[in-house]
């Protein structure tokens, strides 16, 4: 009961403070402020039903859509590290809108060797590199590596339909240095989406990552567009390392007011 109070509480709190147009942002979103808005403004414009999480890690896209969004649709997520995908899926138990699958996204299916890094969140097929920059050369070192069960995107977005049954979905991938790959995983359904984010790097942290033109080239070949790119790393010499890129598909976008923040 105690708990219901502070959620009312902070729900009431939140609405007389947006009426006089703050916006109230827990400390660890600050960062991403302007995301969290222009994300809010896609998914309701859009009345997007279902958000794709793919690279949920430790559920901080999940918390971030839930609490800095306001996003209380549907999100399934995907983790392949065991030990984070048994931490997601009790975490998962509280919240019946929220998936959790034990996979990864790529090309192909199969499975794979997977690189379980120093900062799990930097965990990646690929290996890590500093020639570009060593900016995160402490965490981003293999500390072991599991062989994890990959499926395509088109695989997992036929299984979700078919059990979900949404109509306006939105995919999101942070696979470190992979998200290209879980994108040509879905050459047959990447046009249902309404819109894509996704991570494209200037300064690579992985030995044959994509480049940021290749992300975008591959993107717009398949008719969507990009909406908004907000910086996520930058080095030592304050040069941007990568950025959160989102993109929309212009044939399933409803035409909305462009909100001023």
Not at 195 to 219: K, M, N, R, W
Not at 243 to 248: A, L, N, P, S, T
Request: proline residues 4%.
């Amino acid at each position: 009961m105690e708990v219901f109070y502070r959620m009312m509480l902070k729900t009431i709190v939140g609405n007389l403070l947006r009426r006089r147009g703050y916006h109230v942002f827990k400390s660890d979103y600050l960062d991403k402020a302007n995301l969290s808005l222009d994300l809010r403004n896609l998914l309701t414009s859009q009345k997007v039903d279902c958000v794709f999480d793919v690279g949920a890690n430790k559920g901080q896209y999940y918390s971030f859509l839930r609490e800095a969004v306001r996003f209380d649709g549907l999100v399934i997520s995907f983790e392949p590290v065991k030990r984070l995908y048994d931490l997601l899926q009790k975490q998962a138990t509280a919240d019946p809108n929220w998936v959790v699958h034990g996979c990864a996204l790529g090309r192909t299916s199969g499975t794979a060797p997977f690189n379980v890094m120093k900062g799990d969140q930097l965990s990646s097929f690929r290996t890590p590199s500093t020639s570009a920059t060593d900016r995160f050369h402490a965490s981003n070192t293999v500390v072991a590596v599991e062989h994890v069960a990959v499926r395509t995107l088109d695989e997992a977005y036929d299984d979700a339909i078919a059990q979900h049954r949404f109509s306006r979905p939105y995919l999101k991938i942070d696979a470190q240095g992979f998200d290209l790959e879980v994108a040509q995983g879905g050459v047959k359904r990447l046009g249902e989406f309404v819109g894509v984010q996704c991570e494209a790097s200037l300064l690579p942290l992985y030995d044959g990552a994509p480049t940021f033109d290749d992300t975008l080239a591959f993107l717009k070949a398949r008719g969507l567009a990009p909406s908004a790119f907000f910086p996520v790393a930058t080095d030592q010499k304050l040069r941007l390392i990568d950025c959160d890129c989102v993109f929309v598909n212009p044939d399933r976008i409803w035409e909305a007011q462009v909100l001023r923040y």
